[in-house]
């Protein structure tokens, strides 16, 4: 039976009720919805508007729906055209006219404003809970690896010798502002609209500040019209989902790269990697470039997302009801990819002499040689020409700085002496890059002492 079919002389179409109906997707959050309707019954008992034993009748029949469909028991009514119609006619089916009474002082556009709402606060707590196991993780392998030597890059190609906790730190820090993304976003949409009505409130005597309090929000929304066409805590949800894609995406395809036989900088494990149906040697990182891939899904729901609201005068249309199927996938695919990343990440292998090889190939220490001639009285500009000479002399020689003979320094430039050599050493080069958020390594341990000091605020769970 439909909540609104009094007005009507015959049935819909066929095709009509199936386009319309939302029962298929919107079930996922019938917890939500009989959470909000406890809430609202309850105040509904305690503003007089319904009797003592209605409102505890409506309230256990509703404890009781919600038990059956965790445990099955109750299966859902494919003929219902939504979660709300189906819940309540259950309720009233079992407790008889109380239940008629449940949809006082609502609408429907209030009722599934708040779902959504409720929704939307459970799994923003959830990704920020997987964000924060994932900043356990990168945590734990900087601790590590403070001392492991590797080439930073840019453009791909070898620029100077950082470690790979400084690597990882970049990382640390785009999930880092992740999490406190979640968290910004739950606190301005931490308020109820249920009462708002269809648009313009109702003459009920409702208590909204209580109904708000049951449900543990900062307190009632503020315009009843806003209320039910306000999605901005959805695009708000997606956009820092995509957010998220585009770091997890950009670390996968480092994974990637590191993972060729060119670099051989890590082994995944084999639980994460997969062969080949014909190449017997395969060892494929599937996992990171599906993470990758699926990246795209989530901006696709940002986008969908913004075009859907885009053109909606205010107040309710039913175009909102698109918000639903787009979000729940990109939820899905977040959480899933957070999980998968970290176990991931978790039981890589690094493979740090591979690393530190590589680091002393490529020159990296040449921005160090000519800062060698700068603290020899050679200005900045005249030291870099004379770098760029001398990486040409090695390039004819086929070797390094390093291996260079201090008569070609000479033969450049005179202001060269033997201690040049340790100067350009690996690990020279990153002990004394200590200032803030340098790689050095009184630099990163006051990063690592920061971070540890977020995960403990933010309640991580870390073994130190």
Known sequence: MKLWGG??????????????????????????????????ATMLGRQGILTDDECRAVCEGLRRIREE??????????????????????????????????????????????????????????????????????????????????????????????????????????????????????ARMNYCPLGAGALAGTTYNLDRAFTAKLLGFDGPTANSMDSVSDRDYVIEYLDACALIMMHLSRFCEEYIIWNTDEYRFISVDDAYSTGSSIMPQKKNPDIA??????????????????????????????????????????????????TLFNNMLATTKFRTEIMEKSAAGGFTNATDAADYLVKHGVPFRDAHGIIGQLVLACESKGCALDTLPLSDYKAICPAF??????????????????????PGPSAMEEEIAADEAFLASVGANVRY
């Open 69 to 186: 469909l965790d445990t099955g028991v109750l299966q859902f009514d494919e003929d219902a055209e939504d979660i709300h119609s189906f819940v309540e006619a259950t309720l009233t089916e079992r407790i008889g006219d109380a239940g008629k009474k449940l949809h006082t002082g609502r609408s429907r556009n209030d009722q599934v404003a708040l779902d959504m709402r409720l929704y939307i606060r459970d799994e923003l707590d959830e990704t920020r809970n997987r964000v924060i196991a994932l900043l356990g993780t990168i945590h734990r392998l900087m601790k590590a690896h403070i001392n492991t030597i590797m080439p930073g890059f840019t453009h791909l190609q070898k620029a100077q010798p950082v470690t790979l906790a400084h690597h990882l730190g970049a990382y640390m820090e785009m999930f880092k502002r992740d999490c406190n993304r979640l968290a910004d976003i739950r």
């Open 289 to 338: 470039e599906l993470i990758r891939g699926k990246t795209g899904r989530v901006y696709g729901a940002l986008t969908s997302m913004l075009t859907t609201m885009k053109g909606l005068p205010l107040a309710y249309n039913k175009d909102m009801q698109e918000d639903k199927e787009l979000t729940f996938d990109a939820v899905d695919t977040v959480k899933g990819c957070l």
């Open 417 to 438: 002496e033997e201690d040049i050599y340790e100067a350009i050493s690996l690990a020279v080069c990153v002990s004394k890059r200590n200032t803030t958020g340098a």
């Open 7 to 40: 007005r009507f002389t015959k049935e819909e179409n066929t095709l009509v009720n199936e386009f319309n109906a939302s029962l298929r997707f919107d079930r996922r959050f019938y917890s939500q919805d009989i959470r909000g309707s406890i809430a609202h």
